[in-house]
């Protein structure tokens, strides 16, 4: 079928407009050019509430939304990691995604601001990410948040940091998470899969821009060995949280999400896979631009329900 239409058109808008690539410019240039991001064109759905605050972070404090879709109390909790290469992007960004996911899935979803590399490379934003989990915990009561019914999911390096909390949990008994949804994760430091090749340009994300995220990430070669900076390095994934693993067609990153839901299987960790035909890497965010971005919306939130044993 190739690239679907609407999405040929999309990246031709982005060509046209000169943006350099993320290596070409200061980091300061690259953050200031996402704030023309579509997705800050699209509106926003009312729910029952959007609230807004700071927590504190192992070394900062973090901004973290919450997106209540109802006044119903003892409701699931998705900790959402945003993407966008451990460097880049913000929460505004995902708000139009969040809120719809919120509405159609019934449950709260709290965003983190997590700090960002190159100034705050890893562990930094995995470990503002696992606090962020934790605060969940702390305060699943005051929240609304039903305790047995937490997960936690992103897109992207979001994924990444998703699949490496959820590992962590496992490993420190935090707590039995309920599930993780992993959006076209980055998993693997070493793209030497096909994907990676195949569609190494003309797709948005390109496999030059992903290697130079992970050097932002990850600068210190010893840390490419670590599992929860890259998940692909763990022996076993045996007792991670259920999964959901969302990839698509036309991105460097599909194998690495195949790959991955391979060894949860293998290792008897009960998970779903979709792969969204025509589509490419961002298209999360590409609500108002391509109709996939609503339907993966409301597969997230079926899929979540499906995994708690709630009806939709």
Excluded at 111 to 117: F, L
Excluded at 149 to 163: E, F, K, P, R, T
Aim: aromatic residues 10%; hydrophobic residues 40%.
């Amino acid at each position: 079928m190739g690239v679907k239409p609407e999405i040929k058109d999309h990246l031709a808008q982005r060509a046209s407009n000169g943006l350099p690539e993320v290596w070409q410019a200061p980091v300061s240039e690259i953050r200031k050019n996402t704030h023309s991001h579509i997705a800050l064109k699209q509106p926003l759905i009312d729910i029952h509430e959007v609230r807004q605050l700071s927590i504190s972070g192992p070394t900062s404090q973090l901004p973290v939304r919450i997106y209540r879709p109802t006044d119903e109390k003892n409701l699931p909790a998705l900790v959402y990691f945003h993407g966008g290469g451990w460097v880049l992007n913000f929460l505004d960004i995902f708000e139009p995604s969040l809120r719809k996911i919120a509405k159609h899935g019934n449950f709260i979803i709290i965003a983190v601001e997590y700090q960002k590399a190159p100034e705050k490379s890893y562990p930094v934003p995995f470990d503002d990410c696992y606090e962020a989990l934790k605060w969940t915990i702390d305060n699943a009561v005051s929240l609304g948040i039903d305790p047995l019914s937490i997960g936690v999911g992103g897109d992207s390096a979001g994924g990444n940091l998703a699949a490496a909390v959820a590992i962590k949990v496992r490993d420190e008994k935090l707590i039995n998470l309920a599930f993780q949804l992993l959006i076209y994760p980055c998993i693997e430091i070493n793209m030497d899969y096909k994907s990676a090749t195949d569609f190494a340009e003309g797709y948005g994300l390109t496999t030059k821009s992903m290697n130079w995220f992970w050097d932002q990430y990850l600068p210190d070669k010893k840390d490419h060995n670590d599992v929860y900076a890259v998940p692909a390095r763990a022996k076993t994934l045996k007792g991670v949280a259920p999964a959901i693993v969302i990839t698509a067609e036309f991105d460097p990153l599909t194998d690495d999400g195949r790959n991955y839901f391979r060894r949860l299987n293998e290792d008897a960790v009960a998970s779903i896979y979709k792969e969204y035909a025509g589509q490419i890497h961002g298209f999360f965010n590409l609500g108002g631009v391509t109709e996939d971005a609503d339907l993966l919306y409301l597969d997230i939130a079926r899929e979540i329900n499906a995994i708690l044993g709630r009806g939709n």
